[in-house]
């Protein structure tokens, strides 16, 4: 079975700088996704970025971006540019390449604090 | 944006009581999803949903859950007999078919006392 693990319970982060949040997994697969999740106060959980295990090419999306160490089994989100509404919960995901869309196997999670 | 509906926010139980967990998902999507969430422990995933039926579901969803597209809009996850160890919250999420993004609701937070 896979696991996701979050080391990072919590991180903060001034308002306008750079933070990176740790997740590492474990899987014996070779063809996978992986994903960030951001948990908002509101609770409903928003993609935030998804990588293909498949791609070299670490994803980006505007101020979100991932470093994707396949060896290492490390997906990083590296968030530059923090803001205030950058604050929630964040979710590291896998799913593997054969399991149905939905099904995510998610890390801990990690409390991001911006301060302004 | 669109958004996945959940009611309610919060909803009490006693044990060993018949519980239905509501969703509204995205009107145009295929796939739906439930997660639970007991608290200081990881998200999980229970049961997926494709074509009035299940796809996959994990070693929690036992004979004590079922789910269930009543109207072609609604979509429940029905507890027949809560335990203690149910009190989680519960995450609806649904997604258009083909596509990896998932649309969670708000979460319905269940204590069974």
């Known amino acids: 079975a896979q696991t996701v693990t979050q080391s990072q319970p919590e991180m903060s982060v001034q308002e306008a700088e750079t933070v990176t949040l740790s997740c590492t997994y474990d899987t014996s697969e070779s063809d996978y996704y992986l994903f960030w999740y951001k948990q908002p106060p509101s609770r409903q959980m928003i993609l935030v970025i998804r990588?293909?295990?498949?791609?070299?090419q670490n994803a980006t999306e505007n101020r979100f971006s991932v470093n994707f160490q396949k060896a290492a089994k490390s997906f990083s989100l590296k968030i530059s540019d923090s803001q205030l509404g950058d604050a929630a919960m964040y979710f590291c995901?896998?799913?593997?390449?054969?399991?149905?869309?939905?099904?995510?196997?998610f890390g801990q999670g990690t409390i991001l604090t911006v301060h302004p | 944006e669109p958004e996945v509906t959940q009611t309610p926010s919060h909803q009490v139980t006693q044990m060993g009581q018949e519980v239905i967990l509501r969703c509204v998902p995205i009107?145009?999507?295929?796939?739906f999803y439930w997660y639970r969430q007991i608290l200081g422990q990881k998200v999980e995933f229970l049961v997926s949903f494709y074509n009035n039926e299940i796809s996959e579901k994990s070693e929690i969803f036992d004979d004590q859950f079922s789910v269930e597209r009543p109207d072609g809009s609604n979509f429940t996850l029905k507890i027949r007999s809560t335990k203690l160890e149910d009190s989680a919250m519960y995450f609806c999420a649904s997604s258009i078919q083909g596509m990896e993004k998932l649309f969670f609701g708000s979460g319905t937070q269940l204590s069974v006392l």
């Open positions: 990588q293909e295990a498949y791609k070299q």
């Open positions: 995901a896998y799913r593997s390449a054969g399991a149905s869309y939905g099904k995510l196997t």
């Open positions: 009107s145009n999507h295929l796939y």
